[in-house]
């Protein structure tokens, strides 16, 4: 990150990044996968160092008596730190989001229009506890010729300091502007705030948990893209494969808890809740799950706590979740209408119409039938990665790789064209 000697520093990096990213997006793509190319030589390269960083920032989380699923977090150690390397060599892989175009069109008055994507410019993202965005966000920053200043939480901050440093190694061995990939390190919520109000910002993009993501959304006055809260439900229909159900429950359960695509909530049809509930308690419970329910659910299984009003709308990001009863399909589309996040849903049935309606009816950025919904990731969508997970419906929806980080621009040919009036 550059440190000016005057002025406003957020302004100064905006600057920086503006030229930084207009030199990038005219690079060929050899170049811009070069950058990815030698951050994962990088990344292997000085793992120890970052590792050693990294363990600053979890003694120092463990002292300051941070939640265990947010230290759990934090953790960078050698396997998620080579994860991130061949995640940059996914990205490689992928197509040039950049210039992708729909074709050309002539008008009648034979105006040629050709509408193609472009970067979005320079993306603000503030994030909470996982460092390992760095690398991703700055990736697909990267590959798609868009600059990005990324501002995490203060208890990464050695973490991201080194990821940092990195990308400024391989952006300038491959002869590019390494003010491409920022960080703000200034650990004050007044830089976050002012971040929030980058005035020449193109977009900024809050990645954590509803606290942040309802902060940024009600005070940004640049463009923000509302992410990530996953309150996520699997419905267990009275047609539903039970062992399956099961298998699909503790996999979006105990796959990791701490994560937005986690599930939260079961919906159980009443006609297989005698069977499903006893097998799913007896194999989440045993891994230290805690479940609330409603009093049919009790009744069921006495060791279940009464689930409150906030059971239900509440994203646990840890070892519990809740458990609900209903009649019917049209019940269970209602809770989820009235409690979920526009996230992930997911349905276990073998009955194709049910299953069908589903699908059609739940409105969330994701929506499975017979799945997990630990597959929403831009990884696993096979977007090499993503900047966050989208729960809005403008201009970008689910997980956002490459393609959610252009524009378009339409290019006109002419030759001599005027509009009459």
């Not at 550059?2 to 406003?8: C, Q």
């Not at 060929?28 to 970052?50: D, F, H, T, W, Y």
């Not at 105990?254 to 069977?275: D, F, I, M, S, W």
Request: aromatic share 4%; glycine share 10%.
């Amino acid at each position: 990150m550059s440190h000016p000697e005057h002025g406003n520093p957020l302004e100064s990096m905006l600057l920086s990044a503006q030229q930084a990213q207009r030199q990038v997006a005219q690079v060929p793509l050899k170049e811009r996968n070069q950058v990815l190319a030698e951050m994962a030589r990088v990344l292997r390269n000085a793992s120890g160092e970052i590792e050693r960083a990294n363990q600053q920032d979890m003694e120092r989380a463990k002292d300051t008596g941070l939640a265990l699923n947010l230290v759990n977090r934090l953790a960078l150690g050698n396997a998620k730190i080579e994860a991130l390397a061949r995640s940059l060599e996914a990205l490689i892989d992928l197509p040039d989001p950049i210039g992708r175009g729909e074709g050309r069109h002539v008008l009648p008055n034979g105006l040629v229009l050709e509408t193609i994507r472009v970067p979005i410019g320079v993306i603000g993202l503030i994030f909470e506890s996982r460092p390992g965005v760095t690398v991703e966000a700055g990736g697909l920053a990267v590959k798609s010729g868009n600059g990005i200043i990324l501002r995490g939480g203060r208890e990464a901050k050695q973490s991201i300091q080194a990821l940092a440093e990195a990308w400024r190694q391989a952006l300038q061995e491959v002869g590019l502007p390494a003010d491409l990939v920022q960080c703000l390190d200034d650990p004050d919520r007044s830089m976050a705030q002012a971040l929030m109000h980058l005035q020449g910002l193109d977009l900024l993009i809050p990645r954590g948990g509803r606290g942040l993501i309802d902060t940024v959304v009600a005070e940004a006055t640049v463009p923000v893209i509302e992410t990530g809260v996953g309150n996520c439900h699997l419905y267990v229909d009275s047609a539903a494969d039970l062992q399956m159900a099961a298998h699909i429950l503790v996999d979006g359960k105990l796959g990791n808890p701490a994560v937005c695509n986690a599930l939260e909530t079961v919906l159980v049809h009443r006609q297989v809740l005698p069977t499903f509930l006893p097998m799913a308690y007896q194999q989440l419970s045993q891994e230290g799950v805690t479940f609330h329910g409603d009093p049919e659910s009790q009744a069921c299984i006495s060791e279940i706590l009464l689930a409150t009003e906030k059971d239900y709308s509440d994203e646990y990001l840890g070892l519990e979740i809740c458990v609900k009863v209903v009649s019917d399909l049209e019940e269970a589309l209602a809770h989820i209408a009235r409690y979920g996040s526009n996230h992930s849903e997911a349905i276990v049935t073998d009955s194709y119409a049910t299953g069908q309606m589903f699908l059609d009816r739940v409105d969330a950025a994701a929506v499975y039938w017979n799945a997990s919904t630990r597959f929403s990731d831009g990884f696993e969508f096979g977007l090499g990665a993503e900047v966050g997970i989208s729960t809005q419906k403008l201009h970008a929806r689910g997980p956002m790789g490459l393609e959610a980080l252009t524009t378009w621009k339409t290019i006109a040919y002419g030759n001599g064209h005027t509009r009459d009036l």
